[in-house]
């Protein structure tokens, strides 16, 4: 399978690290014209000296109004990746209205602010587009100490499904991936450094396929996939990437 994107404009938010920045290489090896979104410079810096002619854009994706205007000067997006997250772990008795806060701003405000200004772009230019939402098996399975992260990423499945179903007569396509804990990214480590081995250690053994967690390869991929035009008859779905680990 061949995937080539010549001709798109693709747009990633968090992708100065971990899985975001993996998928702005896979697209920029598939042709891409490719926007890069984080709020760190340091890492957006580093990413343009790896990926040499990508755009860079500097914002807190936290912050309504700064993020539609960073948008407004992006131009047009073909392919969209909602990707940006962050996690505050607490027990649900002790989470606070600020943290709750701090993670819908990111991983559902900014994923719904991000989407309305570039899907409505592609509506008025009637070329149709896709849209990949990366959610988690967070938003179906409950995790000790993650009343905020579950609920951020379950509000994301709502979203996505209202999306597909509003836009897919626009020609635009938007899916979700849900990957397992990706251990070898910045919140993967935080999240197994806060748990118990034996919790992380029983998640790993609940997957049927080799006891395997994903790694950024599996999920840059699923998002290539969804993205491509091999997968245009996709809409709306929830993809997981976990080896098996709903099914047991």
Not at 10 to 27: E, Q
Not at 116 to 137: D, F, K, L, T
Not at 166 to 177: A, Y
């Amino acid at each position: 399978m061949n995937i080539r994107f010549e001709g798109k404009r693709a747009l990633v938010t968090g992708a100065g690290r971990g899985i975001g920045r993996l998928i702005i290489k896979k697209l920029a090896e598939c042709g891409a014209e490719c926007v890069a979104m984080s709020k760190t410079q340091e890492n957006l810096d580093s990413l343009r000296n790896e990926v040499p002619g990508i755009q860079t854009v500097v914002v807190d994706l936290a912050d309504w109004t700064a993020t539609r205007h960073a948008l407004e000067k992006i131009g047009k997006i073909d392919l969209l990746v909602n990707n940006a997250g962050i996690m505050i772990m607490s027990p649900f008795l002790e989470t606070t209205k600020e943290d709750l806060d701090k993670v819908l701003d990111v991983n559902f405000k900014a994923a719904f602010n991000v989407s309305q200004i570039v899907a409505r772009s592609m509506v008025e230019r009637g070329n149709g587009g896709a849209i990949v939402n990366v959610s988690s098996v967070a938003s179906r399975t409950a995790f000790m100490n993650m009343a905020s992260y579950c609920s951020s990423k379950g509000a994301m499945d709502s979203l996505t499904q209202v999306m597909a179903t509003e836009l897919g007569p626009h020609k635009i396509r938007v899916n979700s991936v849900h990957p397992h804990l990706v251990p070898l990214t910045d919140m993967g480590i935080s999240i197994i450094a806060s748990l118990p081995l034996v919790v992380i250690e029983s998640c790993r053994l609940r997957i049927p396929l080799l006891n395997r967690l994903p790694d950024v390869e599996d999920v840059a991929n699923a998002v290539v996939f969804l993205l491509s035009d091999q997968a245009s008859n996709l809409n709306g779905i929830a993809l997981p990437i976990e080896g098996g680990f709903e099914a047991n």
